[in-house]
């Protein structure tokens, strides 16, 4: 690994609890990534993991991972001076995804893991009952090695080289779960930022159910490619939806208790309320 010995300091800021620098070394910008607090070293050693994992496979562009020290919770990667990128940019780098190794697995190993990673409030206690009794805990489901925050607030454009950052949420998931989310996390995260205010309170769950609806079946007819890859059967499809909703409200929910922004706070607030119309809409009314 290359360590950092001397360097002029071009910027500083914290972001979620986490201290960062943009300095510049021997010509070359760096980022230094500091976990300070206990609660954010799980995180870290995510992210590590995922740099690893990326570098090794070469998945798609990610930055260089310089160094980093497990003692000081410190990363140093290269700086990546790019423009965000726009949803339509998934097809781009979307063919890459299918590297992965993929994992069969029965359900109810599926939910065991949920269980030890992520802390269950009252909801999500009843929404793991309903899944269970919804769905054969004998059932295969395929997993595969995630990036968990894929979108395209993670990826940054460099004269049409698309690099994906932040691996905090790397780990072993359903094997559309970075599919899903691109598109996903994007549509219902505009929707909670005028969720409640522009949408008249009445309409809201009319206005959410028929949105949902509309949603699943376009996710659906997106992704029809890497289905078929991936020899998923239709009648699965729900399955694999369902299974994301859930994580993605425990990945939230836990981000929630500490998000300091509060206009932040209230968009979060209003995507974990979403998403859970969406789970429960499913539950409700679709066959598995």
């Known amino acids: ?165 932040d691996f905090e949420k790397f780990s072993k998931r359903i094997v559309l779960f970075d599919n899903l989310n691109w598109y996903l996390q994007y549509i219902f995260f505009n929707i909670a930022k005028i969720y409640g205010k522009k949408i008249p309170i009445k309409l809201n769950s009319i206005f959410l159910l028929k949105i949902s609806e509309l949603v699943n079946l376009l996710i659906k007819a997106i992704n029809r490619k890497q289905i078929k890859y991936l020899k998923i059967k239709k009648s699965d499809l729900n399955i694999y939806l369902l299974l994301y909703y859930f994580e993605k409200i425990l990945i939230l929910e836990n981000d929630h208790k500490y998000i300091q922004n509060q206009k932040n706070k209230r968009i979060t607030k209003n995507l974990i309320y979403i998403l859970k119309v969406n789970i429960n809409f499913m539950l409700n009314e679709k066959k598995f």
């Not at 780098?93 to 949920?114: A, S, V």
């Open 1 to 165: 690994m290359v360590k950092i010995k001397s360097f002029k300091i071009l910027k500083s800021f914290s972001n979620d609890g986490k201290k960062f620098q943009i300095v510049l070394d021997k010509g070359k910008k760096k980022l230094i990534k500091i976990f300070h607090k206990k609660k954010d070293y799980s995180k870290y050693y995510s992210e590590i993991n995922g740099y690893k994992f990326y570098s090794k496979n070469k998945i798609f562009e990610i930055p260089k991972l310089y160094s980093y020290s497990n003692k000081k919770k410190k990363l140093v990667i290269e700086f990546i001076d790019g423009k965000k990128t726009s949803p339509f940019d998934f097809k781009k780098i979307k063919n890459k995804i299918n590297r992965n190794k993929i994992f069969k697995i029965n359900l109810d190993t599926y939910l065991k893991n949920l269980k030890t990673k992520y802390h269950f409030n009252i909801d999500c206690i009843n929404f793991l009952k309903k899944i269970e009794n919804k769905i054969s805990k004998n059932k295969k489901i395929l997993v595969s090695e995630t990036h968990g925050d894929f979108s395209n607030f993670n990826c940054l454009n460099v004269n049409n080289i698309f690099y994906v950052i």
